[in-house]
């Protein structure tokens, strides 16, 4: 009863107030009770993967969008998991609640590889590093084809889940409880750090902080979600292959971000669940897809450079000048130090 009623009271001041929030609070209760309104495996196939995906991306973003570390070959993390959850599962029997935790530790230390050489890298040269990484993963993937399959990939891996609908809540729950976690993060005095590392690190380093420390820890950290998405991928696909480490999958993450928005968070969700049913109905037309789907983009980049998520938030709502809260864009005083708002 006290949970109920500590939900009803947050929904009520920090939800319902704002209309990007309460959007967004609509989106999940509609993807809650959708399996109610239709059963199409199809569609909820879409929706699986579009759950995975925006964990993917927002991982991304930890790294990227808000500590200032570009990396380009994001699909490490994805690759090392799902190739792992994939032995785990076929060589040692373990179950997926199992493999997907022990694939992403994996990918943790994988991020700390990545993230000890990088620390002496920056801009470009960053980029360029942590591109190489998959391509070199790639090739020692082919080298013991009897371990990881080689170019055919290790396929047979167990399902999440019996059923699609049981598949689709799984990664349903779990997309929003790494996305909070993902989004109380860089909320918190750690995600200050980073946001504050990518603006200045020289600053931050000055102020006696330890940005090694600050930046290696958003590689474990982005490491750890990208790994639980890609070892859930390799049981939902039910396959682990070169595709998971290909440029494509890296390039990916860093399109749907900067489509929804970076260093948001709620970005890449959005520009996941947008981007990915796009491109599945795009195949009514295979014959223009790609060059719809990078049309798409162009004009989304060209008008909205900031990203759709973004627009929108600074259409529908504005900042204190005085406390920076973001209120309504309907409200002439701020909903929490009632200071006058500009334009209201």
């Known amino acids: 009863m006290a949970l109920f009623s500590w939900l009803i009271k947050y929904l009520s001041k920090e939800v319902f107030p704002l209309p990007t929030r309460m959007f967004a609070f609509v989106c999940l209760v509609f993807l809650l009770f959708l ?10 196939r879409i929706l699986i993967l579009a759950n995975i995906f925006a964990v993917f991306a927002a991982s991304w973003d930890l790294l990227s969008g808000y500590v200032g570390q570009i990396n380009l070959g994001h699909a490490l ?18 179950p997926p609640l199992l493999t997907v935790p022990a694939g992403a530790l994996l990918a943790v230390l994988a991020g700390l590889v990545v993230g000890v050489p990088a620390l002496r890298l920056k801009g470009p040269y ?19 084809p009897g ?23 799984f990664t349903y729950f779990l997309m929003v409880a790494l996305i909070a976690i993902i989004w109380k993060i860089t909320d918190s005095r750690v995600g200050l750090i980073f946001h504050a590392i990518r603006e200045d690190e020289i600053a931050v380093r000055a102020s006696g902080i ?12 982005s490491g750890l979600f990208a790994g639980l998405a890609g070892g859930l991928y390799a049981h939902f696909m039910r396959i682990a292959g070169p595709a998971t480490l290909e ?32 491109m599945e109905l795009l195949r009514l037309v295979p014959e223009v897809r790609m060059l719809a789907f990078a049309l798409i983009l162009i004009l989304v980049l060209r008008f909205l450079p900031e990203g759709i998520a973004s627009w929108v938030q600074d259409r529908l709502e504005k900042e204190c000048p005085r406390c920076k809260a973001r209120n309504a864009f309907t409200r002439r005083q701020c909903r929490v130090c009632f200071a006058p708002l500009e334009n209201g």
């Open 35 to 44: 399996p109610l309104l239709t059963r199409d495996p199809y569609l909820l």
């Open 210 to 221: 330890n940005t090694t420390f600050y930046k290696l820890l958003a590689f474990c950290l």
């Open 247 to 278: 440029m494509v999958t890296s390039f990916q993450a860093v399109i749907w971000t900067i489509f929804g928005g970076i260093a948001t968070v709620y970005g890449p969700v959005v520009g996941v669940f947008i981007l990915v049913p796009v």
């Open 126 to 144: 960053l980029a360029l590093a942590t591109l190489a990484l998959p391509v070199i993963l790639m090739g020692v993937v082919f080298m013991f």
């Open 77 to 94: 993390f994805f690759g090392v998991s799902a190739y792992a959850s994939a032995i785990l599962n076929l060589k040692l029997g373990w």
């Open 147 to 169: 371990l990881t399959g080689g170019e055919l990939g290790i396929s047979g891996v167990a399902r999440l889940a019996k059923t699609r609908v049981a598949e689709y809540y």
